[in-house]
């Protein structure tokens, strides 16, 4: 199985460093804005290259696009892999750590020196990025950002579509609703029940 990236810009570039410590042979990157190539690795072409070949066995599909704020375009780009029946990918890094009772979802990306522990639960088409830690028992939901050295607590439940600031810190058994951003280093003490962006220690909502 070779892999396909889906967005050639700096989390590609991490997923390519994960997949070659892994041994995963790369067959390049869909992007119709990237240069000829991405980290040596040929750009194959846009959409329209996907089209042609989505029902190719031998390719799998990883959405590469980063999330710096909305989590659509990720979302977008992983519902339009499923519609056409492509082969998703999951890419975890050798370095991270998953513990063989956690459940890590298709399309989901978990990056160097993550950690995921006993029966946490991370969705589809999720980045749990450069150690970050996921703790025990905790719900992570589809298209959702864990950033660089986040905290997730034991029992936490986080939303679709959200974003964790790096640094960020969610206390135990905290609920975090859908469409939610944590600015980073913030430090959430309580749920937090309406999209929004939440910032500080402790978080309070953005105006």
Avoid at 12 to 39: M, Y
Wanted: with cysteine.
């Amino acid at each position: 199985m070779r892999l396909v990236f889906v967005g050639g810009g700096g989390h590609c570039r991490s997923c390519i460093d994960a997949a070659e410590r892994a041994q995963i042979e790369i067959a390049g990157v869909v992007d119709p804005d990237a240069c000829a190539d991405v980290l040596g690795y040929p750009v194959l072409g846009d959409d329209n290259w996907i089209e042609a070949h989505v029902s190719d066995a031998e390719l799998a599909f990883l959405v590469s696009v980063g999330t710096t704020g909305s989590a659509a375009i990720r979302r977008r780009i992983f519902e339009n892999l499923r519609r056409s029946n492509a082969t998703i990918a999951t890419l975890v890094s050798t370095t991270a750590v998953v513990s063989r009772h956690a459940t890590v979802e298709e399309g989901t990306v978990v990056l160097e020196r993550a950690v995921v522990n006993a029966n946490a639960r991370v969705g589809t088409n999720c980045i749990i990025n450069t150690a970050a830690l996921i703790e025990h028992d905790a719900r992570i939901g589809d298209h959702t950002h864990v950033s660089t050295g986040a905290l997730i607590n034991g029992n936490v439940v986080i939303g679709q579509g959200c974003m964790i600031g790096s640094g960020a810190v969610i206390r135990h058994g905290v609920r975090v609703a859908d469409g939610v951003i944590v600015g980073a280093g913030a430090t959430v003490l309580a749920d937090i029940d309406a999209a929004g962006t939440w910032v500080g220690t402790p978080a309070r909502r953005m105006k």
